[in-house]
């Protein structure tokens, strides 16, 4: 009786097999949605959103997609949760950008003269050509305070009592829950032979990785921590490369080394904790299913607050290390 069972079970799971097997499909239903991804600076008064419709393609390559998915004609908005007053965005076709895919002039929104509040939250409201709303909301971060005790005061620094492998940026009230994003740049300058100054600007790696024999080094570095610390030989080895190959380093000016920090909202925080960064080439649709904070669609609306620290060099540092002169404006 039981082997008789058992027959009957792989029977009935073969038959079922062969019955889905010209029906399944894995891409599911194509549902009627659109996509807004928007991302509020504080860096700038200049922000840009994109809307999306999710699309469907013959086969599983999104690749073959032959027509732009981008939505013009929605109407998109942000107000503060305390105040009635709303800010609109322009859409608009930019025939300076083209979307090289589909050899198409760039479609965005965009809003001028628009810097997030820090601590404040902003709700945004998105209404579709075809009647369907999308909805979210963000908190921007507060701005955050430096600990002067506890951060380089200036190159080379003060080296008694204090670390000399890295350089130190520490910040004292953002929220360890929250993560902050670090890069740096330097400013310098050279002195053309018709005496004219020119500037220019060199990013600095803030961290290096190394795996085996391989380095490669890290230009902007997330953490949930109030500090950043930058190796020290990694600006070495960026100062260096300022002059490289060329014997007169005194025509080299130096001017700051600048530390940038993001501290990202909520939204932000829980996309880079999650590790889901979106990457189209690895689905069939256009819409991030896995993560999206957008009521009514897919997409993503975030904030991030931005402060910068200027560390000023010792003129004699520039000089007896690497050749060069301060920048003096």
């Known amino acids: 009786m039981k082997k008789t069972t058992y027959y009957l079970v792989i029977l009935a799971l073969t038959g079922l097999s062969i019955s889905c097997e010209e029906t399944f499909s894995p891409k599911g239903e194509l549902q009627n949605k659109y996509s807004i991804n928007l991302i509020l ?3 700038t008064t200049f ?3 994109y809307i999306s419709k999710a699309y469907d393609v013959q086969g599983f390559d999104p690749q073959k997609l032959t027509t732009d998915p981008a939505v013009d004609g929605a109407v998109i908005s942000l107000k503060y949760s305390d105040s009635p007053k709303q800010y609109f965005f322009r859409d608009t076709v930019d ?3 083209i979307n090289t895919r589909f050899n ?3 479609k965005y929104y965009y809003i001028k003269n628009f810097r997030p509040v820090y601590g404040k939250q902003i709700e945004l409201n998105v209404a579709l050509p075809d009647g369907q709303k999308l909805l979210s909301v963000t908190n921007v971060p507060e701005g955050i305070y430096f600990d002067e005790a506890k951060t380089l005061p200036f190159l080379p620094g003060p080296f008694i009592g204090n670390d000399t492998v890295y350089i130190n940026v520490v910040w004292k009230n953002s929220n360890s829950n929250t993560a902050k994003t670090a890069r740096a740049y ?7 032979l018709n005496g004219d100054t020119v500037g220019f600007v ?8 190394i795996s085996g024999s391989d380095t490669s080094y890290v230009m902007s570095k997330s953490v949930f921590e109030n500090k950043v610390q930058i190796p020290r030989k990694l600006l070495d080895i960026a100062l260096r490369q300022i002059s490289a190959g060329d014997s007169k380093k005194g025509r080299y000016l130096i001017g700051t080394l600048n530390v940038e920090i ?6 932000l925080s829980k996309y880079f904790s999650s590790e889901q960064f979106f990457n189209y ?4 649709r256009n819409f991030p299913a896995d993560f999206t904070d957008i009521t009514g669609g897919f997409g993503f609306f975030g904030s991030y607050s931005y402060t910068k620290r200027v560390i000023q060099f010792d003129p004699k540092y520039l000089i007896s290390a690497y050749g060069y002169l301060g920048y003096q404006k």
Request: glycine share 6%; net charge negative.
């Open 95 to 97: 025939n300076g950008n």
């Open 186 to 192: 330097l400013n310098y300058y050279h002195k053309e």
């Open 104 to 106: 198409t002039p760039a």
């Open 262 to 267: 993001m501290v990202l909202d909520d939204n």
């Open 202 to 209: 060199k990013r600095v790696p803030v961290a290096m990785d």
């Open 47 to 49: 922000q840009t959103a």
């Open 281 to 284: 080439g690895f689905t069939v």
């Open 41 to 43: 600076r504080s860096d």
